[in-house]
Nanobody, 121 residues
């Protein structure tokens, strides 16, 4: 069974940094795009950043210049380096991957369980 497991969340002061990791495990033939989403209390889930298999990236305007998404294809892992964090970055961060499990021959969307990031003094 394919799953995504996030790590790296926690409590950080405004202006601080955190690095989130998301590892895909199981029988995986190929991974296309990998993304980070977030959902703050009372708000809809929103796309934070995405990275394609080519390495091209997209960012939400609210995090451009502060967050960096990267991936290690050999480890089936995506990272989100978050710098200059603000209280409004507080949310549960979810990993998302568009991947082809071994033996399925089509791409499916998989979500992680989420990791909480709290930015507060």
């Amino acid at each position: 069974q394919v799953q995504l497991v996030e790590s790296g969340g926690g409590l950080v002061q405004p202006g601080g940094s955190l690095r989130l990791s998301c590892a895909a495990s199981g029988s995986i033939f190929s991974i296309n795009a990998m993304s980070w989403y977030r959902q703050a209390p009372g708000k809809q889930r929103e796309l934070v950043a995405a990275i394609r298999s080519s390495g091209s990236t997209d960012y939400a305007d609210s995090v451009k210049g502060r967050f960096t998404i990267s991936r290690d294809n050999a480890k089936n892992t995506v990272y989100l380096q978050m710098n200059s964090l603000k209280p409004e970055d507080t949310a549960v961060y979810f990993c998302n991957a568009d991947l082809m499990p071994g033996g399925l021959y089509r791409y499916i969307e998989v979500w992680g369980q989420g990791t909480l990031v709290t930015v507060s003094s």
